[in-house]
C-alpha cells in the first residue's frame, strides 16, 4: 500500500487541476468497480453495486483529490512570482519551502526582509524565487499554479509525504473498492474535485447522486506532540470517528452504525471532535433535502504543510472498517 501512496502524494494536482490525480486514481480502480466516471466539475465516481433489491441503501464515500496550492499573482521586474494562497495555506509553513509550478518550474519561497527575524511573514511580503533575472525570462506565468514538492519518506510504521490531505483518503477508497468483493447496496465512490476551496466537488456530486447517506474519508489533527493540547488524537490507536468539527455534526445514527461495525469486527478505533476545519461530509449534508452523514478520519501530523505524517496502521484499518461497514445491511 505504500506505492501506492507514495505515487498519489508525488502526483502534482493542487484545486481546480486535478486532472493528473484523477488519471492515477482512475487507472488504480478500474476493473473494481460497476461504473466509472467523470462528471462536469470533474470528480471521478466509482459505482459498485445496485440498490434496486430489497433493503439496499444508496451509499456515497467522498475522498478529495486535490491538494493545497500557490498561484502566480505578478511577476516583478526582477523576475520573482509573487503569489496568492490556494487553500489553506500557512505562511509560516511557506518559508524554504520548494515548489513546482504547473508547467515543470521549480522554485523556492521566501520573503521581504522583516522587522524581527521571530515575526511570521504575511503572504503579501513573499515570493517564489524560479531563478529568473527579469520578467521577460521568468518562466511562470501569471495564474500559474504551484504545489509543494516534496519525497515521500518511509519511516517505518509511520510515513510522510506532502499531499496526504487528502491523497491518504484517496488511497484507503482505493483500497476498500480492492478488498470489497460485493456489497448489498449500491455504493458511489466519489474522489472530489475543489474540496481545499470549499468542498466544491462533493456538493455537486452529492446533488448528482443523491444519496441515502454518506460519510467522507479524510484526514484530522493531532494531539501527541510536545505541547499539544484539548485534543484527543494520537497516531497508530485506529481511524478517528468524528462526531463534530467547525463545519458539521455527525448523524448520530452514522457514528453508531461506524462504533458498533467496529467494535464488533475489533478495528481500533478513536472518537473525533475537532475544534476547527471540515470535510466533504459537509457539503453532502446539506444538499436536496439533506443526507445523514459522518467521517472516518485518519490521524494526520502536521496538517497542511510540506511533510504530513500518517500510521499506516490507522490507514490499513481504515479500510478494514470501510468494508465491514459496506459489506453488510444497513439500518440506521
Not at 15 to 43: F, K, T
Not at 99 to 126: A, C, N, Q, W, Y
Request: net charge neutral; proline share 6%; with cysteine.
Amino acid at each position: 500500500m505504500k506505492k501506492l501512496i507514495q505515487k498519489l502524494t508525488e502526483t502534482f494536482s493542487p484545486s481546480g487541476y486535478e486532472s493528473a490525480i484523477r488519471d492515477v486514481i482512475r487507472a488504480e480502480v478500474e476493473g473494481l468497480a460497476d461504473e466509472i466516471r467523470v462528471d462536469a466539475l470533474g470528480n471521478l465516481i466509482a459505482r459498485k453495486g445496485s440498490a434496486k433489491k430489497g433493503p439496499a441503501k444508496k451509499i456515497m464515500i467522498a475522498a478529495h483529490m486535490d491538494e493545497i496550492g500557490l498561484i502566480a499573482s505578478h511577476i516583478d521586474e526582477n523576475g520573482f512570482v509573487r503569489f496568492t494562497t490556494i487553500g489553506g495555506v500557512y505562511p509560516q509553513m511557506l518559508m524554504g519551502s520548494r515548489v513546482r509550478f504547473f508547467g515543470g518550474t521549480p522554485g523556492i519561497v521566501h520573503t521581504e526582509p522583516l522587522d524581527k527575524p521571530t515575526d511570521t511573514p504575511s503572504v503579501d511580503k513573499m515570493f517564489v524565487d524560479v531563478g529568473a533575472t527579469s520578467r521577460k525570462d521568468c518562466p511562470v506565468k501569471v495564474g500559474e499554479v504551484a504545489s509543494f514538492e516534496r519525497p515521500f519518506l518511509d519511516l517505518g510504521n509511520r510515513i510522510v509525504a506532502k499531499s496526504m490531505d487528502d491523497r491518504i483518503g484517496c488511497a484507503v477508497a482505493i483500497e476498500a473498492l480492492r478488498a470489497l468483493k460485493s456489497t448489498p447496496h449500491e455504493v458511489y465512490v466519489v474522489f472530489t474535485t475543489q474540496e481545499e476551496v470549499g468542498t466544491r466537488g462533493a456538493e455537486t456530486s452529492a446533488f448528482g447522486i443523491d444519496p441515502d447517506l454518506g460519510f467522507s474519508i479524510d484526514v484530522t489533527g493531532w494531539g501527541d506532540t510536545p505541547g499539544r493540547k484539548n485534543f484527543e488524537m494520537a497516531l497508530g490507536k485506529g481511524p478517528a470517528i468524528k462526531i463534530k468539527d467547525g463545519g458539521m455534526l455527525s448523524d448520530p445514527r452514522i457514528v453508531d452504525w461506524m462504533i458498533g461495525t467496529a467494535e464488533k469486527a475489533k478495528i481500533p478505533y478513536q472518537r473525533e471532535v475537532l475544534l476547527g476545519g471540515t470535510t466533504d461530509a459537509r457539503a453532502m449534508q446539506l444538499v436536496r433535502s439533506g443526507v445523514p452523514v459522518g467521517c472516518i478520519s485518519i490521524p494526520c501530523r502536521y496538517v497542511h504543510s510540506p511533510s504530513e505524517m500518517v500510521d499506516i496502521r490507522d490507514v490499513e484499518n481504515a479500510v478494514k472498517l470501510i468494508v465491514e461497514l459496506l459489506g453488510k445491511p444497513v439500518e440506521l
